[in-house]
């Protein structure tokens, strides 16, 4: 299906604000209830002074920023102007951090719990009792049932100080990411397995001849570097083909759109790359010099016909057969982007390897619009606890010997099993750092047992959320804007640029608010009180950025001298690695057991009467990190649930009738929302955005308001290789109300 017309038209007043901003602000008019009032605006900016040296937060990309500064009293961000990175521009959330600094019901003293968990009642206590308790409770457990009975659950950069303390010098293998695991781990660990790298999202959109997007709804999914990329490439010419069952902002701009059956991906994928090879319209020469095991994977895949894999996707064979010839006529200079939120369907190793597959039969790495890893600069260094003697000891998944290809750390699910039925031994404390488990994992009644089943649990939070309502002692972390911890590093995004490298390291932009701490004092003075004080690396955040940049021959006064990034000049990165290999058959997956070559595992269909609950991001929020945001939940104070137009008109939906979602074991949505009525997406799925629904009363800007999709996501896959959960195979139907 063709789009050019939206395309032209877009693509003449792009930018990124202007591609998110006023679509979902017509949406939240359209859609809203009555919202809290937002912070009033700072009037005007005279007299600010500019500290330079922010790196935003908001989401994990990192932009630079400049803060404008008034009697300590920040007023407003910007982009960096010394920035080659995002630039000037920020996101919507970006601009939200000011929000986020003062937003009201933020943390602003350590709290204990003298009611339940679940159903806190939080008294004010001082820094020492609160550090006291801490180290005395996680110090007994250690001494009762060792070093693994800890479990810890981190995200973000102040969480990586404690996570290292917890994991190498108390000792536990219990750490896992959730975050990583149920975001990019799957990912990175397919394309290791296949190309020898983690392909972060190293795609050279500014420069390709085609852009193949699975999913990835980039526009919607906003990371301002990236979209510039993609963006760049669009004006330049790039044809943009988008699998997607749902016509998302990128399908909008796409040259083929495919609104693919859900879930069947890898199947259009192997037909694909069956018709490249059969027709020998392949990279013949790169895949002859660097391709493993092609002969078996070109047998392996010759099932897989256009036919085959049209009725399989529910999608012509001609447009499987035009999208391959599209990508033979442009390779190698072709993006085939390697996703981003990938655990969707507990199966998305093998999708996430036919991608890999696709990218070196197409023989478009290290080259101009392909996968391509730029040259960041050299010389900084981590600090790390020291590792003790213990340390590891215990490992779940070694024990069960599963999930051989998992990310770093140990699958969340087992973590959970093992805590609620205490075998093979009990883990009886938590540390919880920036991460709302609540929200992030599926299977929330199981979270909740295991953490009602914990001797003690502490949580570190600039924010209450859903699951600080769990916390013994609750503290109050600095936000990103109030502390320094953390170095972004890299090159620009175009490429093909006259090439630079830069290092920003985050500094203060304003002295922390009330009594918060940042996440090395923390963590040293629980250290020091669980009797590992002789273990701290370093003293403070400043240190410890001192030491990371002096590898790199700076210091934080003298990139503060130069605007807050250092810039020097850098390579280009074209040709210039040396990873070039593609394991089309994989011995190593092979010797596990799991299938050597991308094999494709159709999901469970849809019951009657049931439609399959798709979600993923607004322009204007992290998950349910800014979802209390004051000037954001204005923006988008609700998520409402695309029900296709033809089923809406069967079930007797109007666009903005109220109702509740049902899944496909009785599970009811806490709250309710809106339908938004639309023929932009298939008629076995619904959709809405991520990360809505809090049950946190203390998040008085967001509660209650939209649905909660994690609460409905109880039937829980998990893909094999990995150990990561597959969040997109619960059904719902919708249930008026009123
Ligand atoms: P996806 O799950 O790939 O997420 O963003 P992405 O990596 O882009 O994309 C969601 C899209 O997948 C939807 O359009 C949905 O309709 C489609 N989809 C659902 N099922 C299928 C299927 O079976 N096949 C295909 N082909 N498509 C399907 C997530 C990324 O966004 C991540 S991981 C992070 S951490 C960042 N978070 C974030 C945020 O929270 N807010 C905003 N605004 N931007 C963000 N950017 C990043
Ligand atoms: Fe901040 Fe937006 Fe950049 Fe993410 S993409 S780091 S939220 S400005």
């Known amino acids: 299906m063709a789009m050019n017309l939206t395309r032209r038209n877009f693509l003449k007043t792009a930018s990124i604000a202007a591609a998110s901003v006023p679509l979902s602000r017509v949406a939240a008019k359209a859609e809203s209830g009555v919202v809290k009032k937002p912070l009033a605006a700072p009037g005007s900016f005279k007299n600010t002074k500019t500290v330079v040296g922010g790196v935003c937060e908001m989401c994990f990309w990192r ?115 959730a975050s990583f695991f149920q975001c990019r781990g799957v990912r990175d660990m397919a394309y290791i397995t296949t190309l020898e790298i983690a392909p972060d999202e190293n795609v050279d959109m500014a420069n390709a001849k085609v852009i193949f997007l699975t999913g990835s709804h980039l526009g919607e999914n906003v990371h301002v570097s990236h979209l510039k990329g993609y963006l760049k490439g669009l004006e330049r010419g790039a044809k943009l083909v988008v699998l997607d069952p749902r016509f998302s902002a990128a399908a909008s701009k796409a040259d083929i759109w495919v609104p693919i059956k859900p879930g069947t991906d890898t199947a259009m994928l192997l037909a694909i790359m069956n018709y490249l090879v059969e027709n020998k319209k392949y990279a013949v020469d790169f895949v002859e010099e660097y391709g493993e095991g092609f002969e078996q994977f070109a047998a392996g895949i010759k099932e897989w016909t256009l036919e085959r894999a049209a009725a399989e996707c529910e999608v012509p064979a001609a447009q499987i057969k035009q999208i391959a010839d599209l990508l033979a006529a442009n390779m190698p200079n072709v993006a085939i982007h390697p996703g981003r939120h990938v655990t969707w369907y507990g199966n998305d190793f093998q999708r996430e390897r036919a991608l890999a597959c696709l990218t070196g039969l197409l023989g478009a790495i290290d080259v101009k619009g392909g996968l391509v890893k730029p040259i960041g600069p050299k010389g900084l260094k981590g600090t790390n606890w020291p590792q003790s003697e213990g340390h590891g000891e215990g490992n779940l998944r070694e024990m069960e010997d599963v999930h051989h290809f998992h990310p770093p750390g140990t699958p969340t699910e087992l973590i959970r099993d093992a805590a609620i039925s205490g075998q093979p031994y009990p883990i009886k404390g938590c540390v919880i750092w920036g991460q709302n488990m609540i929200q992030t994992l599926p299977g929330q009644e199981k979270t909740i047992k295991m953490l009602e089943q914990m001797d003690f649990v502490l949580c570190a939070d600039v924010m209450p959320t859903d699951v600080t309502m769990y916390a013994d002692i609750l503290l109050p972390d600095c936000s990103y804007l109030e502390k320094y911890d953390y170095i ?84 280009a990165p074209y040709g210039k690695n040396d990873y070039l290999i593609v394991h089309f058959f994989s011995e190593d997956l092979g010797e596990y057991e799991y299938p050597a070559i991308p094999t494709y595992i159709p999901v469970e269909p849809p019951p009657a009467g049931y439609m399959r609950m798709l979600y993923g991001r607004t322009p204007l929020h992290t998950f349910n990190r800014s979802i209390n945001n004051p000037w954001l939940i204005h923006e988008a104070p609700i998520n409402p649930v695309w029900v296709n137009d033809k089923v809406a008109a069967r079930l007797g939906l109007k666009n903005g009738d109220t109702v509740r979602l049902v899944n496909q074991d009785g599970v009811e949505s806490r709250t309710t929302t809106v339908v938004k009525v639309t023929p932009g997406i298939r008629e076995d799925s619904v959709y809405l955005y991520h990360g809505y629904g809090t049950r946190n009363k203390e998040m008085t800007f967001s509660v209650d308001k939209g649905v909660d999709d994690s609460s409905l996501i109880t039937k829980i896959a998990i893909d094999p290789e990995t150990g990561a959960h597959g969040l997109r195979n619960n059904f719902v139907k919708l249930v008026k109300v009123g």
Not at 158 to 171: C, H, I, L, N, W
């Open 63 to 177: 932009c630079q920023l400049v803060g404008k500064v008034r009697d300590g009293r920040l007023l407003k961000l910007e982009g960096n102007p010394k920035s080659i990175d995002n630039g000037v521009s920020l996101c919507a959330r970006g601009n939200g951090g000011v929000a986020m600094l003062y937003d009201p019901d933020r943390l602003k003293y350590p709290l204990k719990n003298v009611g339940k968990r679940g159903e806190p009642k939080w008294e004010r206590i001082s820094w020492t009792e609160a550090l006291d308790i801490c180290g005395s409770k996680l110090k007994a457990i250690v001494d009762q049932h060792g070093a693994k009975s800890i479990a810890v659950f981190p995200h973000g950069s102040s969480a990586k100080y404690p996570m290292d303390f917890f994991e190498r010098t108390v000792g536990t293998p219990n750490v896992s990411e």
């Open 488 to 571: 972004k590093s890299g090159t620009q995004w175009d490429l093909s640029a006259e090439h630079q490298q830069y290092i920003a390291p985050r500094m203060a932009l304003v002295e922390p608010g009330f009594e918060r701490k940042d996440c090395v004092w923390i963590t040293n003075e629980i250290a020091k009180r669980m009797g590992y004080g002789d273990k701290i690396p370093v003293a403070s955040q400043e240190e410890m950025m001192a030491k990371v940049l002096e590898g790199a021959g700076l210091t934080l006064d003298k990139i503060r001298e130069e605007g807050g990034i250092h810039i020097q000049p850098g390579e």
